[in-house]
């Protein structure tokens, strides 16, 4: 599985809040799809030239979130029971609680507008 971040877009925010925000912006565009497994910590670390560890904590975030679940010994999934269809509402608070209230500012709306179109 190839999955391509854009850290770029959360300029500003420490490294492991820049990943995180990355995969939830994928998982709200529905790049990840529910039931769908994340790349493996390891894989998704080489690919962006990152600590293995920061990669862990963004999964550990995800999962504390209920936007990921895993079951012991196996692989982190996109969570089956998220919703689909994403308001901008719906995600507001989840970008509030990693970016914290400044969130708009450090991520230029770029999700809004995405999520919108």
Same mark, same amino acid.
């Given at each position: 599985?190839?999955? #391509?971040?854009? $850290? @770029?877009?959360? &300029?500003? =925010?420490?490294?492991?809040?820049?990943? #995180?925000?990355?995969?939830?912006? /994928?998982? =709200?565009?529905? @790049?990840? &799809?529910?039931?769908?497994? $994340?790349?493996?910590?390891?894989? =998704?670390?080489?690919?962006?030239?990152?600590?293995?560890?920061?990669?862990?904590?963004?999964?550990?975030?995800?999962?504390?979130?209920? $936007?990921?679940?895993?079951?012991?010994?196996?692989?982190?999934?996109?969570? #089956?029971?998220? &919703? #689909?269809?994403?308001?901008?509402?719906?995600? @507001?608070?989840?970008?509030?609680?990693? /970016?914290?209230?400044?969130?708009?500012?450090?991520?230029?709306? &770029?999700?809004?507008?995405? $999520?919108?179109?």
């Amino acid at each position: 599985m190839t999955l #391509t971040l854009n $850290l @770029e877009k959360f &300029q500003g =925010l420490p490294l492991h809040k820049r990943v #995180t925000l990355a995969l939830i912006d /994928a998982i =709200l565009r529905g @790049e990840l &799809q529910p039931g769908e497994a $994340l790349p493996s910590s390891r894989k =998704l670390a080489k690919d962006l030239a990152i600590s293995r560890c920061t990669v862990s904590n963004s999964y550990e975030v995800l999962i504390s979130l209920g $936007l990921a679940e895993t079951t012991p010994c196996k692989s982190i999934y996109v969570s #089956t029971t998220l &919703q #689909t269809d994403f308001s901008p509402a719906s995600f @507001e608070p989840i970008y509030r609680g990693v /970016a914290g209230d400044n969130w708009m500012n450090v991520c230029g709306g &770029q999700i809004v507008a995405s $999520l919108k179109s």
